[in-house]
């Protein structure tokens, strides 16, 4: 380990656990009559807790032994909805709907296998997407009996019922299968013809063209309106007697890709008037817009989601390079901001790796992502690059205690948007159509020539992680690329073919998309396949991997171990039996960080660096 290094260490930098602790985060912002309300994830346990704001205090909801989560779709979202009296919600032990006044104890509201999401108050009635094994449909359970009421059924995924404030149209997002809610969905909506049930739906948009909507909302008038891509970016789009027509706003993306249910990126005021939030080079912005002119409410925020408003505030889930996700209120009228919960400083700013946004040719194209110089004045230091999973995700321009772990340790950190990323327009996101394992491996490849032709980083000391996804974009530019001297795999793909067998429904056909078709394109799978180019690996290779995960299950890794340590390659495994995909509880995260970077240390003590 070469001195810069080591000097690094001694100053204490901050320990794997406390990075991990403090990933606090927040999701389900929601306004009503009783005030505001929110989900609020704690790594110490990894459950999920709904918490009240009243009296200028954040009060927890949520007793002792339940968790307020959803697993529709896997990835769920939308876990709780306002009541008349109190909320519902679903716990995430039985994935039932629970009913809970706010002076009370749950009470089961269903009963049985199916699973619930995208939670909606309506009239007395909770909508939610129920799941059943592989099918899927939109429902209404009255919150006094528990009855249950179909609504919709007949596609292949359902998001995002929304009823008009007079109770007589219900509007959704629904999409068939083989696209994924951001290639192609279809904007519907169904007439009340009584109290339990809506007329034949209608479609708005997304039938005779390939587009994708998301967020549909009524303002106080009923008009609806929706978020659509249409235009190359997901920008909001207003009904009319001839169809969705433009509203004056930025080109850019005002939502991320839909993975979750119940995202609230924009929400209509009125009048053509809407609250959004939409992103400039990853850095986001948030304001109110009418027509061309937009009241500026960013202030030193990077990201916001989770929007929500009262006639006095606008609340938002917000984050900072300096300051985690918090949940704040912004003054309408004075713009002072009032941080209710989370954005608590970790470290002093001058302690703080700072995000430069990045933009560097790669192949025939351009990347993006964002650039994390290492702490302590290291000259050219070692390189992480992140990738982040989905592959149709994105990484945002805030703190990330992991980042600044990196960087406080003598690292310098890329964490790319690669081409198919989410946040930079439908072209970019549709760059990695057919060509994953391609595009975002050159995109890695490329930046770390980038970064050391700039004299940022020992371009002979790159690393490259990733989780989901990530892990897959890892292991293929260690099999197909000679440039990193490690690499770590969080529950990662090693096997495109074998994932395609076991995964679930909401990304059955992804892999069609992203690779091609299995026993037509059997030559590119192969070509794409990490396990069967383990033996090109060279380089120590790191896997983490939870045993209850059911998105890339645990033989993936297991595989992919046996064939590296097969061919004498040093690579070692972490398996996490209470962990699924993802992982939630601050001592397992901490163990795989603190892991990791044992593993490139030893790397770079073997290589003499």
């Given amino acids: 380990m070469n001195e810069t290094h080591a000097s690094s260490l001694k100053a204490e930098p901050l320990s794997a656990l406390k990075a991990v602790a403090a990933g606090i985060d927040f999701t389900d912002l929601q306004v009503g009559a009783h005030g505001l309300f929110w989900n609020e994830y704690r790594?110490?346990?990894?459950?999920?807790?709904?918490?009240?704001?009243?009296?200028?205090?954040?009060?927890?909801?949520?007793?002792?032994?339940?968790?307020?989560?959803?697993?529709?779709?896997?990835?769920?979202g939308r876990s709780f909805c306002?009541?008349?009296?109190?909320?519902?919600?679903?716990?995430?032990?039985?994935?039932?709907?629970?009913?809970?006044?706010?002076?009370?104890?749950?009470?089961?509201?269903?009963?049985?296998?199916?699973?619930?999401?995208?939670?909606?108050?309506?009239?007395?009635?909770?909508?939610?997407?129920?799941?059943?094994?592989?099918?899927?449909?939109?429902?209404?359970?009255?919150?006094?009996?528990g009855q249950r009421h179909l609504q919709v059924q007949g596609a292949d995924f359902y998001a995002a019922p929304t009823l008009s404030p007079d109770a007589t149209r219900l509007a959704w997002i629904e999409w068939s299968r083989p696209h994924q809610p951001w290639t192609a969905t279809r904007l519907m909506v169904a007439e009340r013809d009584d109290r339990s049930g809506f007329a034949a739906p209608r479609c708005v948009a997304g039938d005779d063209l390939e587009e994708s909507l998301q967020q549909p909302r009524f303002d106080a008038n009923g008009?609806?309106?929706?978020?659509?891509?249409?235009?190359?970016?997901?920008?909001?789009?207003?009904?009319?007697?001839?169809?969705?027509?433009?509203?004056?706003?930025?080109?850019a993306d005002h939502a991320p890709a839909p993975w979750q249910l119940g995202g609230c990126t924009w929400l209509p005021l009125g009048d053509e008037r809407y609250l959004a939030s939409w992103t400039v080079d990853g850095f986001g912005r948030l304001g109110i817009c009418a027509g061309a002119a937009v009241e500026d409410f960013t202030g030193h925020y990077?990201?916001?989601?989770?929007?929500?408003?009262?006639?006095?505030?606008?609340?938002a889930i917000a984050a900072s390079p300096n300051a985690p996700s918090a949940v704040i209120a912004i003054d309408r009228r004075t713009h002072h901001v009032n941080v209710l919960a989370g954005g608590i400083a970790l470290l002093p700013a001058d302690q703080i790796s700072q995000p430069q946004p990045l933009r560097y040719p790669s192949g025939t194209g351009e990347a993006h992502g964002f650039f994390y110089p290492a702490l302590g004045n290291v000259s050219q230091p070692p390189l992480v690059v992140f990738i982040h999973g989905g592959p149709t995700s994105a990484c945002y321009p805030m703190l990330d205690p992991r980042i600044q772990y990196w960087a406080q340790r003598g690292f310098a950190v890329a964490d790319l948007n690669y081409r198919?990323?989410?946040?930079?327009?439908?072209?970019?996101?549709?760059?990695?159509?057919?060509?994953?394992?391609?595009?975002?491996?050159?995109?890695?490849?490329?930046?770390?020539?980038?970064?050391a032709g700039r004299g940022l980083i020992d371009g002979d000391c790159?690393?490259?992680?990733?989780?989901?996804?990530?892990?897959?974009?890892?292991?293929?530019?260690?099999?197909?690329?000679?440039?990193?001297?490690?690499?770590?795999?969080?529950?990662?793909?090693?096997?495109?073919?074998?994932?395609?067998?076991?995964?679930?429904?909401?990304e059955g056909d992804y892999l069609d998309w992203l690779i091609g078709d299995p026993h037509v394109d059997a030559e590119r799978y192969a070509a794409r396949t990490p396990?069967?180019?383990?033996?090109?690996?060279?380089?120590?290779?790191?896997?983490?991997?939870?045993?209850?995960?059911?998105v890339?299950?645990?033989q993936q890794t297991r595989d992919m171990l046996k064939a590296l340590q097969d061919n004498g390659i040093a690579a070692q495994a972490h398996y996490y039996p209470d962990e699924r995909h993802g992982f939630r509880k601050a001592s397992n995260q901490a163990h795989a960080l603190e892991q990791e970077w044992l593993f490139y240390c030893g790397v770079m003590d073997r290589q003499g660096n």
């Fill in 43 to 76: 790594p110490e346990d990894g459950a999920c807790r709904i918490w009240h704001w009243r009296d200028n205090a954040a009060h927890c909801l949520t007793p002792a032994g339940f968790s307020v989560s959803s697993r529709v779709y896997e990835y769920g």
């Fill in 531 to 550: 396990l069967r180019h383990a033996s090109n690996i060279r380089v120590p290779v790191i896997f983490f991997q939870g045993e209850l995960d059911a």
């Fill in 223 to 251: 008009r609806l309106y929706c978020l659509t891509d249409r235009g190359g970016f997901w920008q909001p789009w207003v009904e009319s007697a001839s169809g969705l027509q433009p509203l004056p706003s930025a080109r």
């Fill in 552 to 554: 890339v299950v645990p």
């Fill in 462 to 506: 790159a690393f490259i992680r990733g989780g989901s996804a990530g892990g897959y974009t890892t292991l293929c530019a260690l099999a197909l690329r000679d440039v990193f001297c490690a690499g770590a795999s969080l529950y990662g793909v090693s096997d495109p073919l074998a994932l395609a067998r076991t995964t679930h429904k909401f």
């Fill in 82 to 145: 306002l009541s008349d009296d109190g909320l519902v919600f679903v716990n995430e032990a039985d994935q039932q709907l629970y009913r809970q006044a706010l002076t009370g104890a749950p009470q089961a509201l269903t009963s049985g296998d199916c699973r619930y999401g995208d939670l909606q108050w309506a009239n007395g009635q909770v909508l939610a997407v129920e799941e059943h094994g592989d099918q899927h449909r939109l429902v209404a359970i009255d919150l006094n009996d």
């Fill in 420 to 451: 198919g990323s989410s946040g930079y327009g439908r072209a970019y996101r549709h760059a990695l159509h057919l060509r994953w394992g391609e595009v975002d491996v050159e995109d890695a490849c490329a930046v770390v020539a980038h970064l």
């Fill in 302 to 315: 990077s990201r916001f989601r989770g929007l929500a408003f009262d006639q006095q505030c606008i609340f």
